[in-house]
């Protein structure tokens, strides 16, 4: 409730606003386009802050929602209330046609592709006989309740407010919850969210429709305002327009797309008033004003206005702990000690010439450690990733309960209880170690978007947040739950990995170099954390170069040399096998 406290004092200022005494109509027409710029940046806030999904082209989708109400409330006599759900729709589905597209590129493609469509629907909009051409639509009708008629920019004000405040208070709501935290995973990568079950392109394609149908939204309130359109609003100088809207409220803060707008679109209405009586007979200068002012904007708050204010204010106290007596169905348990739980068969990986895994052969069985060493280069992690699908096997196969899995990508193994940490750490730094960790039970929840933008997912969501607090609270960072996950050391943040794979609650936890950067004590209780899961009926293959830490806890031992295995049995043996010494050992051994 404290969160939906400021929202509820936000709406109730700006229904005032109309209200005040000598408030210029003028005032009133800009904060009408303020809103509608934000309801277009809360959308690119999405996309582009959260998803890392950079898009140019959603002034395009303005004009989808703008022309669809056009010709549906001029042409065919629709009231434009029963077009709102048309607009929406027709939005959505472009951003599905193309998105499918656009979401599967990456780099510098992606922003490019979008520039590339962003300009291709411009010209079809100035070029389209029923669109009327660059000329567009006119006697647009305005919005209406009963008899009453928002024909002025004060009227139709509340409108764009409610639609403006209800579209953030969606948002927020799939931000905070299970596909959220998908989506907020995206940023960093996708293999990391992969191996716990996100699928990428689904997930990308969501924000992309959210974002389309939320700048849909703005072109029909656009349309009905002026009750006119054409092309010019809709081209690619308005996508870029937004985007930098985005980026300078502070892309990734839903508030910060208002926040933008309001700077922008007042910055420029202020430039563009003033500045030619400074400057009589200048010409555009306050363009370059305009981009001079956003530049030193941004130089003084690199990452947005919004997160730089939030800075000034009392950092708030520790979230609250979540309910840990709310548990999660447990996932089918692994066969009983002495049964193979992961095959591996002359497993084999090349990189063109360079042979990373060379028919490599060993198992894993029920209620077992096993560690996987060797030197740097030996082929170790790239095993890892053709166990969990991260890579595919060149030959050989990889088997688990007897089903062979190497040609399964890594969102199948993880169904089948198989979760893993990284060699290099694979957090997303500015989320909390709750939210890294809740994102390993992606798989145990079944609330989709529709449910958490309509909050009512809770019952769901309570329950996985429940499970990741119990796994912190095992690994032993309860204290650190809220604490931004990149404000950790590198010991800790192996620890938080190993507190998210748990979240999967797997019969085979793959560790890569979990003691990496822990001290003595810590790698005591990591090991006594280890013992515990296999005497509860877990598995764990672990890579690991701390020889000490391996002898002492491995009940098995496999060595890998330039990709080729030359050992396999017990820390006994291990110690005492000529090629081991001679290869990773060292004589002094």
Known sequence: ??????????????????????????????????????????????????????????????????????????????????????????????????????????????????????????????????????????????LSIGSFKMLDPGSIYYAVWAAVILSALVTMNLLDSRTGRAIRALRRGHVAAEAFGVHTPRAKLLVFIHAAVLAGLSGWLYAHMQRAVNPTPFGAQAGIEYLFIAVVGGAGYVWGGVLGAAIVVILKEVLQSYLPLILPGSGQVETIVFGIMLVALLQLAPGGVWPWLMSFLPQKANGKKPDTSLTLPARARAPGQGNVLLQVEKARKQFGGVIAVNNVSFDVQAREIVALIGPNGAGKSTTFNLITGVLSATSGSISVLGRKVDKAPPQEIVKLGISRTFQHVKLVPDMTVFENVAIGAHLRGHSGPVSSMLRLDRADEAKLLAEAARQIERVGLADQMHQLAGSLSLGQQRIVEIARALCVDPMLLLLDEPAAGLRHMEKQRLAALLRELRDGGMSVLLVEHDMGFVMNLADRIVVLDFGTKIAEGTPATIKTNPEVIKAYLGVAA
């Not at 999904?53 to 434009?80: E, I, K, N, R």
């Not at 599905?96 to 469509?117: D, E, K, N």
Request: hydrophobic share 55%.
């Open 1 to 142: 409730m404290q969160t939906r406290l400021p929202i509820l004092f936000f709406a109730l200022v700006m229904a005032a606003i109309p209200f005040v005494p000598g408030m210029p109509p003028f005032w009133i027409v800009l904060l009408d386009n303020i809103g509608l710029a934000a309801l277009v940046a809360m959308g690119l806030v999405l996309l582009t802050g959260v998803g890392g999904l950079t898009s140019f082209g959603q002034a395009a989708f303005v004009g989808f929602g703008a022309y669809t109400t056009a010709v549906l409330s001029t042409a065919y006599g629709l009231s434009p209330w029963l077009t709102l759900p048309l607009s929406l729709l027709v939005s959505g589905l472009f951003s599905v046609l193309l998105g499918l597209i656009t979401v599967r590129l990456s780099g510098h493609y992606l922003p490019l592709g979008t520039l590339a469509w962003g300009l291709g629907l411009f010209y079809l909009f100035s070029k389209l006989e029923f669109l009327g051409r660059n000329d567009g639509i006119s006697a647009i009708p305005p």
